[in-house]
């Protein structure tokens, strides 16, 4: 991996990679996050994951999978599969 990947002193999330070599811009993640959780009906879900986002411990390079299921502890929410209906919890 390279070395600039960890020169940069960090401060807030400013991309998400996918791989040492894909990376999502912030608003693609952001976008990505609320379609994978069917958040669109969430007033001001945007803003919510912004702040959140803030308060994210890790270092970077930012990998999607450990962020997601950061958010997702974080904020109580869960990936919905494209091809099952939501289950209630039981």
């Known amino acids: 991996m390279r070395d600039d990947f960890y020169n940069k002193q960090f401060t807030s999330v400013e991309c998400v990679h996918l791989s040492t070599t ?4 912030l608003d693609c993640f952001i976008g990505q ?3 994978t959780r069917n958040l669109a009906s969430v ?3 945007d ?7 803030q308060r ?4 970077p390079p ?3 999978n450990e962020l997601n ?5 974080t904020l ?3 990936a919905m599969h494209p091809d099952f209906s939501r289950l209630e919890d039981v």
């Open 22 to 25: 894909e990376r999502y811009q």
């Open 69 to 73: 299921a950061w958010i997702d502890r």
């Open 47 to 53: 803003t919510t994951l912004r702040t959140t986002l």
């Open 62 to 64: 930012v990998m999607v």
């Open 43 to 45: 007033p001001n879900i």
């Open 76 to 78: 109580g929410y869960r």
């Open 56 to 59: 994210y411990p890790g270092k």
């Open 33 to 35: 996050y609320i379609k």
